[in-house]
């Protein structure tokens, strides 16, 4: 079974996707803010991320960045998701090292075709 | 409505679009014919029949059967296709047609544009080992409202999450307000034309590759049969054409056999 690592500070959000997720054979691990994240990575590195941009304490992409220096942390595929939907910013989760990119509003369709794509189905 | 009515209706597109629509799927025809008949001043589908059989308004016919047609697409839909298209057919063409460098391929039913939009994109990432190639995309469908969308290239951001790769998105598309546009050289490496399968269509010429993806389920064998023997005659010899998830030439025409180790593609049976 993979790992699946949702980050939102939305409760409402981060239960539907563990919802959407688990109906895809996900074990899921939540986290609030990227701090929050950093350190749930620190002690169990996951196989995904679904990752929300705007967040208090630490963002999304700051999480990323620092993520991908981490020891291992090179390894996790991770999925932005995000209401910041125009190009600048996705060319910046790219660039800080995203796998993929989801707009929101998404449903269960566009999370399946996402993570199918980058092969974690 | 009553079963003379709904068997004219039924005769009535199966010749104008080659669909079947067996009695369960009444519903249906209500749901999509509506309001045509409202914007006519009808309240039922009565009336709208009563116009069809007089057969003077061409416009009514047209708009009937466009109104008919399921037109749900997305980019690399089913993913598998697209990936044996790069890996397999595109490697095998460019050897094959390594002294003509010319390449030619036909979606048969190209609805809102993704198919040769993905396709378009595929050539162009492949640019590099086909230099000095003529390339020719054509997308063809029976109603003129999805080609108009078609060729504007526009797609919401449900659309453009559906099937497209983040990176693809970044590399060929712009954001205009709400919505994503194709960029404008894979616009122009894809030409829209209206055609219906149930018409001649060997005018288009011989091509390379022929996607008939997602169309042929709505015909009856007989129609299938009709259509994929008049394609056998467009592809050539060494070319290979590509049928949707649900759809088989197996039971149907003897002019096609499955390729083997590659669901869902086709080559000549001789
Ligand atoms: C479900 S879409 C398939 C789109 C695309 N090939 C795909 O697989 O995603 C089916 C399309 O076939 C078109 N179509 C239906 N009957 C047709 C006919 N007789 N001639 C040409 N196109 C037809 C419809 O207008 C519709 O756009």
Request: with cysteine; charged share 25%; hydrophobic share 45%.
């Amino acid at each position: 079974m993979k790992s699946c690592l949702i980050v939102d500070d939305s409760k409402v959000i981060r239960m539907v996707a563990r919802r959407i997720l688990s109906e895809l054979n996900f074990e899921i691990e939540e986290a609030v803010d990227g701090q929050d994240a950093l350190q749930a990575c620190q002690k169990n590195m996951p196989d995904a991320v679904l990752l929300d941009w705007n967040m208090p304490v630490m963002n999304g992409l700051e999480f990323l960045i620092k993520l991908r220096q981490e020891k291992g942390g090179d390894r996790p595929i991770v999925v932005f998701c995000t209401t910041e939907n125009d190009m600048e910013h996705i060319q910046k989760a790219l660039m800080a090292g995203a796998n993929e990119y989801i707009m929101k509003p998404f449903d269960r369709e566009i999370i399946e075709a996402k993570f199918a794509q980058v092969g974690l189905l | 409505m009553n079963s003379a009515d709904f068997q004219f209706l039924a005769d009535f597109l199966k010749k104008g679009s080659g669909l079947v629509v067996s009695e369960d799927k009444m519903y249906l025809l209500e749901s999509r014919l509506l309001p045509i008949a409202r914007e006519r001043g009808h309240n039922t589908l009565d009336g709208l029949v009563a116009e069809l059989r007089k057969g003077t308004d061409s416009s009514l016919k047209v708009a009937v059967i466009e109104a008919m047609t399921t037109n749900e697409s997305f980019f690399f839909r089913d993913t598998k296709p697209f990936q044996i298209f790069e890996n397999e057919t595109l490697p095998a063409l460019i050897e094959a047609r390594a002294a003509r460098k010319r390449l030619r391929i036909w979606c048969a039913a190209a609805s809102t544009g993704q198919e040769p939009y993905s396709l378009a994109m595929i050539l162009k990432e492949n640019a590099a080992k086909m230099p000095g190639w003529r390339t020719e995309i054509l997308g063809t469908d029976l109603s003129s409202e999805v080609l108009e969308k078609a060729k504007a290239g526009m797609y919401s951001q449900f659309e453009v999450q559906r099937g497209l790769p983040i990176s693809l998105l970044v590399k060929y598309f712009r954001q205009v307000n709400e919505m994503w546009q194709i960029d404008a050289a894979i616009r122009a490496s894809v030409r829209f034309q209206k055609l219906n399968l149930m018409d001649n269509f060997t005018h288009l010429g011989k091509f390379d590759v022929i996607f008939c993806r997602n169309v042929l389920i709505y015909f009856d064998q007989q129609t299938k049969a009709e259509v994929l023997e008049r394609m056998s005659t467009m592809l050539e010899p060494d070319g290979v054409l590509f049928l949707g998830g649900a759809e088989t030439v197996l039971g149907i025409t003897d002019k096609f056999k499955p390729v083997t180790g590659q669901r869902g593609v086709y080559q000549h049976a001789a």
